[in-house]
């Protein structure tokens, strides 16, 4: 049974940075590329960044090119975001998940979501 636990999120002003972190299990993480998504209220899921299963290549989408990274550590089964000059439209619940991802795009993978973990950006 796959199981993703996310976490790292919070409430921070608009500048502010904050690093999340996924944990996976279940699966064989080095396998798959891997991705954050996020969802803000009203709007519907949106691919945020992935990377490949090796961290050779990433994407970002458009509005969080140049403010956020992300990275993977297959020996810990986990990926990060970390999120720096935030602003009020970063807000949202974050996930991570499997993802088809190219350098110039991502999507879902699988339809298994953990919980999320939410980030709220105060301006």
């Known amino acids: 049974q796959v199981q993703v636990v996310e976490s790292g999120g919070g409430l921070v002003q608009a500048g502010g940075s904050l690093r999340l972190s996924c944990t996976v299990s279940g699966l064989q993480f080095d396998d798959y590329a891997m991705g954050w998504f996020r969802q803000a209220p009203g709007k519907e899921r949106e691919g945020v960044s992935c990377?490949?299963?090796?961290?050779?290549?990433?994407y970002y989408s458009a509005s969080v090119e140049g403010r956020f990274t992300i990275s993977r550590d297959n020996a810990k089964n986990t990926l990060a975001l970390q999120m720096n000059s935030l602003n009020a439209e970063d807000t949202a619940m974050y996930y991570c998940?499997?993802?088809?991802?190219?350098?110039?795009?991502?999507?879902?993978?699988?339809?298994?979501w953990g919980q999320g973990t939410q980030v709220t950006v105060s301006s």
């Open positions: 990377l490949n299963w090796s961290g050779a290549y990433q």
């Open positions: 998940a499997p993802a088809k991802c190219t350098r110039s795009s991502m999507t879902t993978l699988v339809d298994y």
